[in-house]
């Protein structure tokens, strides 16, 4: 069930639908990242250098050579910094065109079946916040493990692992269901939801690859919350 659901769901990756979704989120992002560097530029360049003149009185301007390693450091440090946020910044932009993603999967592989509801605005915008945290939370947890040598990597995979399965299992039902329900089935399913998230997790855990999370982890759950809707509607027996 769970493979099957993540095959169904990178074979949609790069179909052209989803190519579109993908742009989208990568423009918006590159747009937002743009925004945050010259914001950062500048809040730097006015926060920086009163200090540098204090330091340095007699030099009048950014053309000193402080100035010029201030500029180097601060271009460094944004840059390294902006890098760090490209998938969490992917990441809550990508949540918006959430609906459009269980949409196109639905249509494509389940074209029989009642289409799903979008899900409020409200609730998309905390699923989007939620996301922008797990992955935060995944980044900062793989650069710690990066520099404790022996720091078992299973608890990058176990934390994001339930967090993302549980994020994107009700997005999914909730399409379908109320959300106490999708609640529900999901705790009734919690193993087999927990092993999915653990897939997604290690698609977060791969560079660039990680930019696509979002749009997989939705069509992986839109399939895995269909395959065990049919399966709880089955007759015992």
């Known amino acids: 069930m769970i493979l099957d659901a993540a095959r169904a769901a990178a074979g949609h990756l790069f179909s052209a639908p989803f190519r579109g979704v993908f742009f989208k989120t990568l423009g918006l992002t590159l747009l937002a990242l743009i925004a945050v560097w010259f914001g950062l530029t500048q809040l730097f360049e006015w926060l920086a250098l009163p200090w540098l003149q204090a330091l340095v009185p007699d030099m009048p301007d950014w053309t000193g050579w402080a100035g010029t390693l201030a500029a180097i450091l601060a271009g460094i440090g944004l840059a390294l910094g902006l890098a760090f946020l490209i998938a969490p910044v992917t990441a809550i932009v990508a949540g918006f065109f959430l609906d459009d993603v269980a949409e196109l999967v639905e249509k494509a592989d389940f074209p029989s079946d009642p289409p799903g509801r979008p899900v409020p605005a409200v609730?998309?915008?905390?699923?989007?916040?939620?996301?922008?945290?797990?992955?935060?939370?995944?980044?900062?947890?793989?650069?710690?493990?990066?520099?404790?040598?022996?720091?078992?990597?299973?608890?990058?995979?176990?934390?994001?692992?339930?967090?993302?399965?549980?994020?994107?299992?009700?997005?999914?039902?909730?399409?379908?269901?109320?959300?106490?329900?999708?609640?529900?089935?999901?705790?009734?399913?919690?193993?087999?939801?927990?092993?999915?998230?653990?897939?997604?997790?290690?698609?977060?855990?791969?560079?660039?690859?990680?930019?696509?999370?979002?749009?997989?982890?939705?069509?992986?759950?839109?399939?895995?919350?269909?395959?065990?809707?049919?399966?709880?509607?089955?007759?015992?027996?």
């Not at 905390?126 to 797990?134: D, E, N, P, T, W």
């Not at 650069?143 to 994001?160: D, H, K, R, T």
Request: glycine share 8%; hydrophobic share 60%.
């Open 123 to 237: 609730r998309s915008i905390v699923l989007s916040l939620k996301f922008f945290g797990v992955v935060v939370l995944a980044n900062l947890l793989a650069l710690i493990l990066l520099l404790i040598p022996g720091v078992n990597i299973g608890a990058f995979f176990l934390v994001n692992g339930y967090l993302i399965g549980r994020e994107f299992f009700e997005f999914a039902g909730m399409r379908f269901r109320p959300e106490e329900d999708a609640k529900q089935v999901r705790r009734r399913n919690a193993g087999t939801v927990f092993l999915a998230g653990l897939v997604i997790a290690g698609f977060m855990a791969v560079p660039l690859l990680n930019l696509l999370t979002p749009l997989f982890a939705c069509a992986m759950m839109v399939h895995l919350h269909k395959a065990i809707t049919a399966k709880e509607m089955r007759p015992v027996g």
